[in-house]
Every structure is written in structure tokens, then in C-alpha cells.
């Protein structure tokens, strides 16, 4: 998948690809091929050996203005790695961060936009970092499925937070699936560099001045002082007027009652006795496997759970006689009407209306000479080492 991570210079887009990107991908013996700078000797020290053994660092050449062969400006610099998968068949994840400067609008390399097309065939994940996606080539931007926008906090009078907006694609305008706000937290810078031009552990921006946070500004200070003494006058006032509406107790004299002439007492008829029948419980909805739904005529296949700390999404190969001919996502399925409950990484729960089902993993795949592998697993080729050149 071509996920996006946006943001305007200094708005976190560095830190998020690393908290919430680089560290999980690692963890999971991926390996990383990046043009970030990384701090290996950090990554040794946390992750082990392993983890730092699987990090491909690359020189972005970003003053190198004008070049036009810069890492990732190519197909080679990415096929260079399609030989790699790990023990659970997942191959490289590239983070190409400044993607405009290698991508850029109208100069893309033909052969580069046809493998980014196709990345999926190689088991890539690619993760474009740029300050705006409209620089970058309109056929790239129309693939990105995901992408992360960082806003700073600095017109708010704070940095040590960032606002994450999840986009549904890489449009300025795409749909705002989820809105986080994350605070920086210190051990994160440890892992890189954020200005790639010196040679100083920790360089601070300037920050503006004249913008005081929110809660120094002087509305804000006066309703802290004037809403609590307002209520105060309020809920006394409400109590003085009920004090003063309290109704006045009359005493009334007892009077002599005339002495009643006692009569014998006669039994009453029965009545009869009405019996109450219990009410109805509402029927408890049925649902069925074999309910109309919009995709009856194909099945769904797991073919992988994605999580993090903020959420969780499972991905669908759709096949029609056993060969697959798409690819969704649960947000896919939700926005066309469906309830989707992911149970585990290999069973998920589907509801539409009356109709009910489960996904497993029984993804089909398709072997080289186009037959369907009995096994389901395509079989993983011998690793291939090799830098960017």
C-alpha cells in the first residue's frame, strides 16, 4: 500500500513517521530502506541488533539541486530489494521522505510510475513524507490510499503538540477519517535527526512571540474569574426565592365530628379477577449467511490485519471463482453499508442488514505459471542484497 504522511515544515511529519511507522515496522523484522536520517547506533542500543542489521539508510542528496538521479528518482532503486521477504512473506517498507524533490509533477520516470502501480506485486509498503502532495506526479497522488497530515500548534501557542488528521487519499480535500492531538514525547528524537544540514545533537526554531497560549489570553482569564462568581449570585438568588414562596402553614381547629350511625357491614360480590398477559418479547433479529447483500456475487478473503494504538483496519482480497480480482479494506466495506468487527488477525465478523458471515484467512494466490497455488502461500525468492545506486 502507498501511504502519505504530509505536513508543512517542522509540523511533526518526521516524528510521526517514526513513533508510529518506523519503530512498529522494525518490530515486526521488516526491513526499512529510508532516506531519514536514522540514528543506527539508538536503534542497536533499543531494538537489537536485528532490528538495526534490518534498516537500509540512503543519502537523499536534498541539496543537490536540480539532480535528477537521486535515490528513489527510479524503478532499480526500489526492484533492487523485491528478492526480500520476511519470515511472514512481507517484503521491504521504503520511507521516502521530500518525495516531491524525486517525484516530482510532470518528471516522473515512466518506468517508476508503472512499478509504483504495481507495487503490491513486489509486497512493498511505501510511505511518501512531503510538505505538499500537489507537488508530487498526479498518478502518484491518485494511488496514495492513506494519508497522515501533521498540523503544528504553534498558532495556538504551543510546541509541544501536534494535531493528526487520517485523510481518506492524499487530496487536499479528501475526507478526514480521524483527528488526533499528540504531544512529542523525548525518547521518539532520539531515533533521528531532524536538520539533516548540522552537525548539532538538538537545534531549536524560532518561535513566535507575539502568540500566547490559550490560556494566558485575557477572555479566557476574566470567564475563569467572573463564571464562578456568577453562579454563585445565581444559585443564591434561586434560594433566597424559595424561602420566600414557601407556603404558610394554616392551623385549623379541631372540629367535633357528628358521631357516625354504625351500619352492619355486607360482603361484596367478587369481582373478577382480570388476568394481565405478559407482553410479547420483540423478536431477536436472524441473520443469515444466505441474505441479499451488494457483494453476493464474490467472496472475501483476509489478507491482513493492520493495528496501531489508535486503530485497527483488516484487508480484503475479492475473488470471484477462486481468482482474485480486487483488493478492499474494512473502511471500504463500511462506507458501502457493512458492519465490520474484526475478532482476530484471521477472522473477521460481516453484517449487512439480515445477512451475516466470516472472513478468514484463506486468501487465494495465483503461482508464476498463472495456475491457483494449492498451498494459498506464494513461495518467497532468495534474498537479494544490494544500496541504492
Keep these: 500500500m502507498i501511504f502519505g504522511i504530509s505536513g508543512r515544515p517542522g509540523g511533526g511529519k518526521s516524528y510521526e513517521a517514526v513513533k508510529n511507522h518506523i519503530i512498529p515496522v522494525l518490530k515486526e523484522g521488516r526491513k526499512v530502506v529510508t532516506n531519514l536520517p536514522l540514528n543506527i547506533e539508538h536503534i542497536k542500543h533499543t531494538l537489537g541488533h536485528q532490528a538495526a542489521e534490518l534498516v537500509v539508510l540512503v543519502d537523499g542528496k536534498f541539496h543537490n539541486f536540480g539532480d535528477t538521479d537521486r535515490p528513489f528518482s527510479k524503478a532499480k532503486h526500489f526492484l533492487q530489494f523485491e528478492g526480500w521477504q520476511n519470515d511472514k512473506g512481507q517484503g521491504p517498507a521504503f520511507f521516502v521522505d521530500e518525495c516531491h524533490l524525486v517525484m516530482p509533477s510532470g518528471a516522473t520516470e515512466k518506468e517508476l510510475l508503472e512499478l509504483l ?43 509541544d503538540a501536534y494535531i493528526m488528521k ?33 552537525n548539532a545533537a538538538k537545534v531549536e526554531e524560532a518561535l513566535t512571540q507575539d502568540i500566547k497560549p490559550w490560556w494566558k489570553q485575557k477572555k479566557v482569564i476574566a470567564g475563569c474569574i467572573f463564571v464562578p462568581v456568577g453562579l454563585f449570585i445565581l444559585v443564591a438568588s434561586v434560594a433566597k426565592f424559595g424561602e420566600q414562596n414557601q407556603p404558610k402553614t394554616v392551623q385549623k381547629t379541631k372540629q367535633e365530628q357528628p358521631q357516625q350511625q354504625i351500619t352492619p357491614q355486607v360482603n361484596p360480590t367478587p369481582q373478577p379477577v382480570q388476568v394481565i398477559a405478559p407482553k410479547s418479547q420483540p423478536k431477536k433479529k436472524e441473520f443469515s449467511s444466505d441474505a441479499d447483500h451488494p457483494l ?11 493495528r496501531d494504538q489508535n486503530e485497527k483496519k483488516a484487508f480484503f482480497t475479492v475473488a470471484v471463482n477462486g481468482q482474485p480480482v480486487n483488493e478492499v479494506d474494512s473502511v471500504d ?56 545506486n
Excluded at 510511505?127 to 506526479?137: A, E, T, V
Excluded at 453476493?296 to 493492520?306: E, F, Q
Excluded at 458501502?336 to 442488514?353: K, T
Aim: proline share 2%.
Design 117 to 159: 502501480s504495481m507495487h503490491r506485486h513486489y509486497v512493498f509498503d511505501i510511505y511518501l513524507i512531503s510538505q505538499d502532495f500537489r507537488k508530487i506526479h498526479r498518478d502518484i497522488l491518485a494511488m496514495i490510499e492513506i494519508n497522515y497530515r501533521c498540523i503544528k500548534k504553534t498558532a495556538l501557542g504551543r510546541t
Design 166 to 198: 487520517v485523510c481518506q487519499g492524499g487530496y487536499s480535500n479528501s475526507e478526514v477519517v480521524n483527528t488526533y492531538e499528540r504531544e512529542y514525547e523525548p525518547w521518539v528524537f532520539e531515533f533521528y535527526k531532524s536538520h539533516t544540514k548540522t
Design 296 to 306: 453476493k456475487n464474490v467472496s472475501l478473503h483476509i489478507a491482513g490485519v493492520y
Design 333 to 388: 466495506l463500511m462506507m458501502s453499508g457493512y458492519q465490520v468487527l474484526i475478532l482476530s488477525d484471521c477472522v473477521v465478523r460481516i453484517r449487512f442488514e439480515e445477512y451475516q458471515n466470516y472472513v478468514i484467512c484463506d486468501n487465494p494466490q495465483i503461482s508464476s505459471n498463472g495456475a491457483l497455488d494449492s498451498t494459498g502461500v506464494t513461495a518467497a525468492t532468495a534474498p537479494v542484497t544490494g544500496a541504492i
